[in-house]
Structure formats: structure tokens, C-alpha cells
């Protein structure tokens, strides 16, 4: 067995000593404190104490940490892991200088071992505590089924939503990311004002949600979508003057029945309306272009090599774009991996990679 690098084993080795300044803090107490926004074994927190062959835990469990260890306020009682926001300035100081401390060993220890993977953040999982909105586009009346109408006794009102198997997909998965957040989705009927100010979703294109059209606009992404005579959808257009290109779906048929492969649109920004919260669309000319769009950062095979791809050419960037090809079989949305040829048609910025 390979010894340790040095950072490794300091960083295990503070972790450790964090622990124990409470002796009555075990690995399993921490672990379940943790496990209140995401779950957490002690067997892992003993991985990242072990003092022959420590792991390095993600940045986002170092930033637990420095919030877990900032207050004392944590261990009155029952252990507690505390929202940042919910740390007063006194506290936030002491956070500031852990997380500094912690992740300074952490990349000292990546630095000593190149070979150690990275593990990068995770775009569903928003540590500033804000509030997290969907909105999503409204069927038109014609489209609209027999339990989406409220004089129905059995009216279900989200068959009047467009795209619900994304919808459900990202949801439940933001939920589970979030689970202390305030996280809830609307059609833009119902969208007020205090909603669009915060961790802001939008979900499908712009012909059935104006919402997305107006803030789309507002987010100036160099990709839109265009009426070019396609009866079920718009197209996308990347690119300006001489590089613009068009994205067209692929069919197997002349007929334009069996669907083989939709294009789909993630892009994060900043939102528009308040610059310190995000902005993501999650888009396609089809609904499997949306629900690929949201699969390629929830499906548990792929989000983690998805997410590397976005931090190796995007870096510490708050906005990128990619549009992305997504594979149809069996009338099945397949996720895209962004490191297969041919998956990123399009991506923005180009000049980071």
C-alpha cells in the first residue's frame, strides 16, 4: 500500500481532532447531523479520518464541516449542522477561516497526488439556502386530456403541465439535494414576483412559457430557438453572423413520426433579476430535449462525469451553455454523456476549455 501524502494525513488528522474536541461526538452523530441535508455514512466519515489511507472528502463536506464547527451553537442538545445563512457575522468569521484552512489541505493533498480524482461540486445543490423556483410551461386547451379539466371529478392539475416527467425528475432530485430549502414549481399564470428572484428553473421552451421567453431574452445566451416550419417544435440557432448554426432532430421515418433524437439546452447563468441567485434552463425542441437536458445532472450513472465535463471547460465560470444531442430508443429519452463524440453540439463559453 501506497503511503499517504502528507496533506492527506493533516487533513485527516484535523478532521479527527475536530471530532474529538467533543468527546461525546462520535462518527456516527456527526453523520447523522450531516445526513440532515444529505445523506452520510460513518464509514465514510471514518474513510476521511483514516490515518493509512485517508479520502478526501468533497468541498462541499469540508464547508459542512467549517459551518458544523463554527457555532457552538451546534452541539446545545442534539447535534445540529446550521445553514450558513442561519450563522451570525461572529460565526461566519470562524466558517470563513475553516473552510479556508480545510479546502487549502484539501488542494495540498490533490497537489501530492495527482492521481486522486477530483470531485467536483454539484450544480443541483445551492448552499446559500435561497429559495428555489420552477416554472413551467402551461398545455394549451387543445392539448390538455380529460383529468385536466377542473370540472372533472377526478381534474389532476398537473395534467395541464408541459413536460412532467422532467418536472418530477429534477423535483425530486433538487428536494433531495436541498431537503432544508424552500423548493416549489408554478406555471407562469400563477409566478409572482418574489418567485422569479431567486434560484429561478425554467423548464421547456418559450412558445408555451412566456416567462422563459422574457427572462431568456434578459439572460442574452447566445442560443435561441426559431420557428423554421417544424410542425411539433422550434429549432435551436448557437452562434452569431458567419458561426451561426443550426440544431434540427433527427427522425426515422419521412414522416416525422419516430423520433430518434431531440436536441436538448442546459444553461446556467446568473439570474437576471438577482444577480447574487442562479438562473438555469433546461430546454429542448421536444420534451425529451428537456428531459435529457435534466437527466444529464440527475442520472446517478452519469451526473459525476457530466459535472467533471462542465467544471474541465467552464472552470470557476457562472455562465455556460451546452446544447446537447439526446438519443431516443424505444421512445426512450436517453441521458447524455457529455465525453461521448457527438453528444455537445454546442457549447458556451468556448475559450475556457
Known sequence: MQPAPPAALQLALRLRQLRQQRPQLTQAKLARAFSEEQSLAPATV??????????????DRLQAYARFFATPRSFQGKPKLFALTELSKGEKEAYDRLEAELIGLRDAAIGDSPEEEL??????LFRDGGKVTFVCALLPEREIGAFG???NPNYTELQTYADIDAL??????????????????????DVEPDDLTGHLILLGGAVWNEITLRVSAMARLPVRQVDRGLES??????????????FWPQWLDQDKKFLTEDVGLLARVPNPLNANRTLTICNGIHSRGVYGAVR???????RDS??????????????FAILMSVKVIKNKAMTPDFHS?????????????
Open 341 to 353: 463524440p457527438d453528444v455537445v453540439l454546442y457549447k458556451w463559453p468556448q475559450d475556457i476549455a
Open 233 to 246: 417544435g422550434e429549432i435551436f440557432i448557437a452562434g452569431a453572423g458567419k458561426e451561426e448554426r443550426e
Open 296 to 302: 444529464s445532472l440527475t442520472d446517478q450513472a452519469l
Open 119 to 124: 470531485v467536483f461540486s454539484r450544480s443541483w
Open 46 to 59: 471514518s474513510s476521511w479520518e483514516s490515518l493509512k489511507s485517508p479520502k478526501l472528502p468533497p468541498v
Open 306 to 319: 457530466n459535472e467533471r465535463y462542465i467544471s474541465t471547460n467552464f472552470g470557476d465560470a457562472r455562465s
Open 149 to 151: 379539466d377542473p370540472q
Open 168 to 189: 418530477v425528475e429534477l423535483f425530486g432530485h433538487i428536494r433531495s439535494e436541498n431537503p432544508a430549502a424552500t423548493v416549489h414549481f408554478k406555471t407562469p399564470p
